[in-house]
């Protein structure tokens, strides 16, 4: 059951770099295309002016990377641990290594 749980949780990190990095490069695009003033009503509603959504993008970037870094580690510690008790339950009892 743990592995199901870890292999959806890792499907949904997959799925959220993929938002993310497509959510963020539009913002970036439109903030530096001629097209800026489109994002005004959307920058309105979470209170942000325009000029400050290059800074709330690159803060949005760093808090993503700690936050998805920390969780694609706990998922890398999982597999490893998984492997490490596959091979301990392996070794032939009563043998010392």
């Known amino acids: 059951m743990n592995r199901i749980i870890a292999q959806i949780f890792a499907s949904l990190v997959s799925l959220l770099h993929v938002a ?15 097209n800026a003033y489109k994002l005004d009503p959307y920058l309105r509603l979470i209170g942000l002016d325009r000029d400050l959504l290059l ?5 949005v970037w760093i808090v993503y990377v700690l936050i ?6 706990i998922i890398a510690i999982n597999e490893n641990l998984e492997r490490l008790v596959a091979e ?10």
Do not use: C, R
């Open 88 to 97: 301990v339950k392996a070794l032939p009892k009563g043998q010392p290594e």
């Open 20 to 34: 993310v990095i497509a959510a963020l490069g539009l913002a970036t695009y439109y903030n530096f295309s001629d």
């Open 68 to 73: 998805v870094g920390f969780l694609s580690t």
């Open 55 to 59: 800074v709330a993008i690159i803060a």
